[in-house]
């Protein structure tokens, strides 16, 4: 039998998931007939998943997460593997995401999904639908890939998460008033977590605004730093450090001139209490 260490992740769409769950076990310091017991398989199985010979399933994938605390990292590469409805370029960023230690971003239009509850981002798709971009099962898949992601707020050591977001995600009216609170409340609360900054770009800002187009950049555990960027057709990883140096510049130029974190919660509880008012 071929050794799993001969598995190169680069060989197939099921290798990287192979390739972590070995490591994701290792870690934990179980064989695989233990994983299996605790699982519900049979050490067979996971001897085929870990060979890259087979697709788990996605009740096994739930499990061993759990299993292996992995705070949704095997979820997340399933999604990847399985499922092609998203952005070109995006699952090669979700992956790196996944096992970041800090990720930088801003956003213009919309809440980022590392933010999002799931009935904005179900509102969100839904107007793709509407506009007929997407299928009513690519929606979906869209929709459980970014609640996957989400998970990496349940890592042990979860990533620092420091987030610009435009004043335009706070007032653009996705999915309506009552989702939109729910939505703001959600920014408030998060904002209270000791990982994770929240500051707003207000419109006042102007031609000051570096970024006109989203701009992650993804700190690795051996300190690579990495942009992401997208188009409407696909989305781009960078490594290149010259790119990445400017973009980091701009960004904590941008971070010096938004809203402090105290200010833009302030903020995000006006607009919110606007809408409330509003309904009444």
Same mark, same amino acid.
């Given at each position: 039998?071929?050794?799993?260490?001969?598995?190169?992740?680069?060989?197939?769409?099921?290798?990287?998931?192979?390739?972590?769950?070995?490591?994701?076990?290792?870690?934990?310091?179980?064989?695989?007939?233990?994983l299996?017991?605790?699982?519900?398989?049979?050490?067979?199985?996971?001897?085929?998943?870990?060979?890259?010979?087979?697709?788990?399933?996605?009740?096994?994938?739930?499990?061993?997460?759990?299993?292996?605390?992995?705070?949704?990292?095997?979820?997340?590469?399933?999604?990847?593997?399985?499922?092609?409805?998203? +952005? &070109? %370029?995006?699952?090669?960023?979700?992956? /790196?995401?996944?096992?970041? *230690?800090k990720?930088? #971003?801003?956003?213009?239009n !919309? +809440? &980022? %999904?590392?933010?999002?509850?799931?009935? /904005?981002?179900?509102?969100? *798709?839904?107007?793709? #639908?509407?506009?007929?971009? !997407?299928? &009513?099962?690519?929606?979906?898949?869209r929709?459980?890939?970014?609640?996957?992601?989400?998970?990496?707020?349940?890592?042990?050591?979860?990533?620092?998460?420091?987030?610009?977001?435009?004043?335009?995600c706070?007032?653009?009216?996705?999915?309506?008033?009552d989702?939109?609170?729910?939505?703001?409340i959600?920014?408030?609360?998060?904002?209270?977590?000791?990982?994770?900054?929240?500051?707003v770009?207000p419109?006042?800002?102007?031609?000051?605004?570096?970024?006109?187009?989203?701009?992650?950049?993804?700190?690795?555990?051996?300190?690579?730093?990495?942009?992401?960027?997208?188009?409407e057709?696909?989305?781009y990883?960078d490594?290149?450090?010259?790119?990445?140096?400017?973009?980091?510049?701009?960004?904590?130029?941008?971070?010096?001139?938004?809203?402090?974190q105290?200010?833009?919660?302030?903020?995000?509880?006006?607009?919110?209490?606007?809408?409330?008012?509003?309904?009444?």
């Amino acid at each position: 039998m071929v050794n799993i260490k001969d598995v190169d992740p680069e060989s197939g769409p099921w290798a990287p998931f192979a390739v972590q769950l070995r490591n994701s076990r290792r870690a934990k310091g179980l064989k695989q007939f233990q994983l299996a017991r605790k699982c519900g398989v049979s050490a067979s199985y996971v001897s085929f998943i870990e060979l890259a010979r087979r697709p788990p399933s996605k009740k096994f994938v739930a499990k061993a997460d759990e299993v292996l605390e992995t705070g949704g990292t095997l979820m997340l590469m399933y999604f990847q593997a399985k499922h092609t409805a998203l +952005v &070109p %370029g995006f699952p090669e960023y979700a992956n /790196y995401e996944a096992t970041a *230690e800090k990720i930088k #971003l801003f956003e213009i239009n !919309v +809440v &980022p %999904g590392l933010l999002q509850t799931r009935a /904005y981002a179900v509102a969100w *798709e839904q107007g793709n #639908l509407r506009r007929g971009t !997407v299928t &009513p099962e690519q929606a979906h898949e869209r929709i459980e890939f970014l609640l996957a992601r989400q998970h990496i707020y349940d890592r042990a050591s979860p990533p620092l998460l420091h987030a610009v977001i435009d004043e335009s995600c706070l007032r653009r009216p996705i999915g309506g008033r009552d989702v939109m609170v729910e939505q703001l409340i959600h920014l408030e609360e998060m904002a209270k977590r000791p990982k994770v900054i929240i500051q707003v770009a207000p419109f006042s800002l102007g031609e000051d605004r570096p970024f006109t187009r989203l701009v992650h950049l993804l700190t690795m555990p051996d300190r690579r730093v990495l942009s992401y960027g997208e188009t409407e057709q696909r989305g781009y990883l960078d490594r290149d450090a010259d790119a990445i140096t400017a973009l980091a510049s701009d960004y904590d130029r941008l971070v010096v001139e938004a809203l402090g974190q105290t200010d833009s919660v302030a903020m995000i509880r006006a607009v919110r209490r606007d809408l409330e008012w509003m309904s009444t």
